[in-house]
């Protein structure tokens, strides 16, 4: 297998431990192990006599119960752990698709879709995303990038650079889209629940649409990331024995302390989300009133859902290298949005608890 270049983890490799403050991140504050255990008195007792055996391929009964009440119509047996969200959409991407076979992926967007796609051989139509619409969806242009070949939709909502969300009605036009031909929708979720109005929460993939596949994780709106082990949901049973299939070449189980801990998180999902979009909440009004002190760098599609957002920059030139140049000097990493394909860009992170101090010392760099 021949793939691209990973830019954005090229980027945050070399820069996410060199940079003391984070101002782009994608993920809310994290929690500690004994965050966990506080959830439920017996979990750490459980923890230590846990035997460090192999787990199911699948994953343990237990986190699978946990994951499939997350959603109204999947049972246990329509979940498959996964290693982190990233093998998910790995094994989606690889095992749906084939040479020959059309892909459609909206972009700007995380670079695996893309990558992974074109790996399988798949031909990828890209379905834009434009900041003169308000990184609204063309469901027109959708309907007309469909053909005979095309075998699977992906689609992120929220979305991840922009922050932005599907609404209801365009929603259900893209699963309409993909039922009429019985494509499969990969709907990556891995920000579900972070919609800044909760009452504009869509239903889940798998919920929405019986050839759907669902990508969950705690990385994102559980601040969880650490845990290393996430699920994908599907009611497709084909294309879900295809995924476990692939799985044996690659992770064939997950981590058993990981998915006894994961499992603990989601049955207490409604509070560890709660508190995330708390944090987001309460830092995008300090990231609004930055970006209106210096409108003659930034302009933006206020974000509606997680907690990220996309600005364009403007008169700085090189914006990677004004980016790098803000981590060395004054050690707060923004994001440059060449890793999305959209050099004059930045993707800019308000859920960690320190967003505060990231923003003054990004306000002092900018002075």
């Known amino acids: 297998m021949r793939i691209d270049p990973f830019e954005i983890e090229r980027y945050y490799e070399r820069w996410e431990f060199a ?13 500690s192990v004994a965050d966990l255990f506080a959830l439920e008195p017996d ?38 752990t996964v290693a982190a969200a990233e093998e998910g959409l790995f ?37 834009r995303r434009r900041l003169e619409d308000g990184w609204r969806h063309d469901l027109d242009e959708l309907a007309a990038l469909v053909g005979e070949r095309t075998r699977l939709i992906y689609v992120n909502s929220p979305h991840n650079p922009t922050g932005q969300a599907l609404d209801a009605d365009d929603y259900a036009r893209v699963v309409e889209v993909a039922r009429e031909r019985g494509i499969i929708l990969v709907c990556d979720e891995v920000y579900r629940g972070l919609e800044h109005d909760e009452a504009a929460r869509l239903d889940a993939g798998v919920d929405a649409y019986e050839h759907a596949v669902s990508l969950g994780a705690v990385s994102k709106a559980h601040g969880l990331p650490g845990l290393r082990v996430a699920w994908l949901a599907s009611r497709d049973g084909t ?26 998180a989601l049955r207490h999902d409604a509070e560890l989300v709660r508190r995330s979009r708390g944090f987001v909440l309460a830092h995008l009004p300090l990231i609004d009133a930055l970006l209106a002190r210096h409108g003659d760098i930034f302009s933006w ?25 803000i981590a060395a000097e004054h050690g ?33 760099a900018l002075a």
């Open 19 to 31: 940079a003391e403050l984070m101002l782009s991140s994608s993920d809310c504050e994290s929690l």
């Open 43 to 80: 979990a750490e007792r459980r923890l230590a006599e846990l035997r460090l055996g192999y787990t199911e391929v699948a994953g343990s009964r237990e986190l699978r119960a946990a994951a499939a009440a997350l959603y109204a119509s999947a049972g246990e047996d329509d979940i498959l």
């Open 91 to 127: 094994l989606a991407f690889q095992a749906l698709l084939a040479p020959g076979d059309e892909a459609i992926v909206e972009v700007p967007c995380y670079g695996s879709p893309l990558a992974l796609a074109r790996s399988a051989g798949a031909a990828v139509l890209p379905w």
């Open 239 to 264: 294309a879900l024995a295809a995924m476990r299939e692939l799985k044996l070449y690659t992770t064939i189980c997950s981590s058993a302390p990981a998915e006894l801990l994961l499992a603990v």
């Open 301 to 325: 599609v206020r974000p509606t859902a997680g907690p990220i957002g996309f600005p364009r920059i403007s008169g700085v030139g090189d914006v990677r290298g004004w980016c790098e140049g």
């Open 332 to 364: 707060v990493l923004l994001l440059p949005g060449y890793v999305y394909g959209m050099d004059d860009h930045v993707r800019l992170g308000f859920g960690r608890a320190d967003t505060g101090a990231a923003v003054e010392r990004l306000e002092a």
